[in-house]
């Protein structure tokens, strides 16, 4: 009866022991379980993080869970062999940093295209305006009957409204691609891979701005050298920022097709330049014909440089020769308009524009000072006294003649 009693004991003892055993091996089972279900869960989290705030959030749980499981480190170790518990939390810290920096830059990239739209649609308005003012007093020009004064003055705010018109691109085009030139090569990239996010490309911007300065030139007439010289500047400009900066831009805004793209606006850069040209020579030439000064032809850069040279050149050759009051008075005027309605009025477009340099300019200067020289009447005075002094001398040797006979 004892032996039985003591049996079933040890069996009980033995089925206790076994089951606690059993209970301790499910109990680390869960612990090493429920860590990898939470670090999975973590690991897609990290992944598919889109904002910094669910960063915020995620970081959080990182501490939480390693806190959580730090004290059963060892047993999660043993499941984990040959990885463990530390290399787990150090690879889903790493995951976090990354993200972290790579959601940092979409933010920022976020941040450019909607500056980049804002100034775009600002810029937008702004060029609306300007173009509603300037044909208001296009119309205002054309129906006016009013005095001459308050034409002219209708004139003069009509150009300036081209002038400020001309800046404010100006201004833009220059902050446009200062923002660019700051990024580096990443940010580039990147914003390059997010340009479909842009309301407008900014190529499609500069190409519209290119396009109404072309219907500009194409439709104004009668309008006088100095505002097709201001146009011409302002041709010169985008030419020259174009051919610096073009082929970036192009790669940046439209990477599937930036050679075709830097083309197109090269293009148009170049029919706008000839658009005002057209009527740039013909209104320099009327300018210089209503003075009394007849130019030989000239119709690009080199040749008006060539006929300014040419016709001083010969002008001061006729004045060596005939020193006449006509050749002083085709000086004088030629001198007067050139130093005071050429250079003063239009010298810093006919730079700007290309259209003369400053060694050109000094050139003509230089040529005109020797014209002086040649026009400027000679004195009589001397031949006048020469011829006296003649008289004199053979009145002497007649009276000389005349008391020896």
Do not use: H
């Amino acid at each position: 009866m004892n032996m039985i009693k003591y049996s079933i004991s040890v069996v009980a003892i033995f089925l206790i022991t076994a089951n606690s055993v059993l209970i301790a091996q499910q109990s680390d089972y869960q612990i090493q379980k429920d860590f990898q279900n939470e670090y999975e869960a973590l690991v897609e989290r990290v992944d598919n993080a889109v904002s910094s705030e669910d960063l915020t959030e995620i970081r959080e749980d990182i501490e939480s869970l390693e806190a959580t499981y730090s004290g059963s480190s060892d047993l999660i170790d043993a499941a984990l062999y040959p990885e463990t518990f530390d290399d787990k939390i150090s690879d889903l810290r790493s995951r976090f940093a990354n993200t972290e920096q790579n959601i940092s830059v979409i933010e920022q990239l976020n941040e450019r295209i909607d500056e980049l739209n804002a100034e775009l649609q600002t810029f937008r308005d702004r060029l609306s305006e300007f173009e509603e003012e300037s044909e208001s007093l296009e119309q205002q020009l054309a129906e006016s009957k009013s005095s001459e004064r308050q034409v002219s003055a209708l004139a003069r705010q009509y150009r300036e409204n081209l002038e400020e018109r001309d800046e404010f691109v100006v201004n833009f085009m220059n902050d446009l691609l200062n923002r660019f030139d700051e990024m580096d090569e990443e940010a580039i990239s990147e914003l390059a891979d997010s340009e479909e996010l842009l309301e407008e490309n900014p190529l499609d911007v500069i190409q519209t701005i290119i396009s109404e300065y072309i219907n500009r030139a194409d439709q104004e007439s009668g309008l006088e050298p100095v505002d097709y010289l201001q146009m011409r500047s302002q041709n010169a400009y985008f030419q020259d920022v174009w051919n610096s900066t073009g082929q970036d831009l192009s790669e940046v805004f439209a990477p599937d097709s930036p050679v075709q793209a830097e083309q197109e606006i090269t293009d148009m850069i170049a029919a706008w330049e000839a658009t005002i040209n057209n009527k740039m020579w013909n209104s320099i030439s009327t300018a210089f014909t209503q003075t009394g000064i007849e130019l030989p032809s000239f119709n690009s850069d080199e040749s008006f440089y060539e006929a300014l040279l040419n016709y001083v050149e010969d002008a001061t050759e006729v004045s060596r020769q005939q020193n006449s009051e006509e050749d002083y008075e085709a000086y004088s005027s030629f001198n007067n308009f050139w130093n005071n309605r050429v250079k003063a009025d239009w010298g810093n477009y006919l730079v700007d524009g290309g259209v003369l340099d400053f060694t050109e300019i000094s050139a003509i200067d230089l040529q005109v000072d020797d014209w002086s020289e040649a026009a400027t009447p000679t004195s009589n005075l001397m031949m006048i006294l020469f011829i006296i002094s003649i008289v004199v001398i053979l009145g002497l040797i007649v009276m000389l003649v005349t008391r020896k006979g």
